[in-house]
């Protein structure tokens, strides 16, 4: 069977394939700790999952708009113009089964073959792979070790051209836990104003702050016609099997990707929007409470990461992973990530799986539990040292 040639463009996520490859090393009886997987260990909050089963009850089983529920719209914008300090109708939000739709959609609505895209690198692994696979040329925005992992904006200034169509931000960031200043941000959106640039801003991990406060690229002045905002439930809330993300749209992208959202998915679950409204406008201790216990394990897992010889690792200011640098200990990233899963037990991610600025990096969630952090530090440090 002959496949288009375009899907020849279409890359994965890494993280999949290494969760494969620990729950094949599992079935053979080897105990493994899981750090590769972005994904809270709580459980989703008990008053979100009793409004699910109550839509359930209440047969919130069939279709729906394929923007979403105009309440859960409402909720959204609410919410959204409140934390981001704009003004946003329900009108410009639309709801998707995830955040990736958002990022598939804006790429597909408005890349065509020639043009060009700036995303970050290393980045969450899907930019650089739509981009492609819509014919785009992915252009990758280095963020820099030396400057906390953030961009260099001079370095951004001269990468644009004019077949620079959108550009992608993402504060903070997946994978290194880097967050672009406000300083940083307003220059950005001076340039894409300057060159007729659209921005996906994608803010998944808004809420994961352990310093600071956030900004939104579209809280400047003249963006929030300019900007697609990205979020979504997954998170913040403990809720990726329930497949629930948004975007906020300036006002001429909304028909073209509902109508993207039709031709693909029809609509988001009925039921699980009703649990996002819960989630939004209900009680935020059990969410504040997840990232209160996310600042305490990036202590444990930062410093007991710089107590092993040959690794370094910058303290992430946001969202839940590390991006330690491990040339020092001799090792490729791909061999070190590879042969700490076989030999250690320990899942992590190669940082090339994030672009080749990754290269010479891992990528480590510490989405786990305080107890199996700390024996996955322990695991690492005497596999570096048995390697030296």
């Not at 001076?190 to 994608?202: G, M």
Request: proline share 5%.
């Amino acid at each position: 069977m002959k496949l288009a040639q375009r899907m020849s463009r279409l890359g994965t996520e890494t993280a999949f394939e290494v969760l494969a490859k620990a729950q094949q090393l599992e079935a053979q009886g080897k105990h493994i700790i899981h750090l590769e997987i972005g994904e809270p260990d709580f459980e989703t909050p008990t008053n979100i999952v009793e409004a699910g089963r109550q839509a359930l009850s209440e047969g919130f089983t069939s279709y729906n708009p394929s923007p979403g529920y105009d309440d859960l719209k409402d909720a959204i914008a609410k919410e959204i113009s409140k934390s981001r300090e704009i003004s946003v109708k329900k009108e410009n939000v639309i709801v998707t089964p995830g955040g990736k739709p958002i990022m598939f959609f804006i790429i597909l609505a408005m890349i065509e073959n020639g043009d060009e895209v700036l995303y970050p690198n290393p980045g969450f692994p899907i930019y650089e792979s739509m981009i492609e696979f819509c014919g785009g040329k992915a252009v990758p925005m280095r963020l820099h070790e030396k400057n906390s992992f953030n961009l260099d904006i001079e370095e951004v200034k001269g990468q644009i051209s004019s077949k620079t169509k959108l550009m992608i931000i993402n504060s903070p960031n997946n994978p290194c836990g880097s967050v672009i200043d406000k300083e940083s941000l307003e220059v950005l959106s001076e340039l894409a104003k300057k060159n007729d640039i659209t921005v996906l801003s994608d803010e998944i991990y808004s809420r994961f702050l352990y310093e600071g406060s956030h900004h939104s690229i579209a809280s400047f002045p003249d963006m929030i016609d300019r900007t697609v905002i990205l979020d979504g439930y997954s998170k913040t809330y403990a809720m990726t099997g329930w497949r629930i993300g948004y975007g906020v749209f300036p006002d001429d992208l909304v028909e073209p990707i509902s109508r993207l959202v039709t031709n693909s998915v029809s609509c988001t679950a009925s039921f699980t929007q009703r649990a996002a409204i819960e989630a939004t406008n209900g009680p935020q201790e059990d969410s504040n409470r997840m990232v209160a216990e996310f600042k305490k394990r990036r202590s444990i897992v930062v410093e007991g990461l710089n107590n092993i010889k040959g690794i370094k690792c910058a303290i992430p200011s946001g969202a839940f992973y590390a991006f330690p640098n491990v040339e020092g200990t001799g090792m490729s990233s791909s061999e070190f990530a590879k042969k700490v899963l076989e030999e250690a037990g320990v899942a992590v991610l190669a940082g090339e799986s994030f672009g080749k600025y990754g290269t010479g990096h891992i990528r480590i969630s510490f989405a786990n539990s305080t107890e199996n952090l700390i024996a996955a530090i322990d695991r690492i440090k005497k596999f570096v040292e048995l390697k030296s």
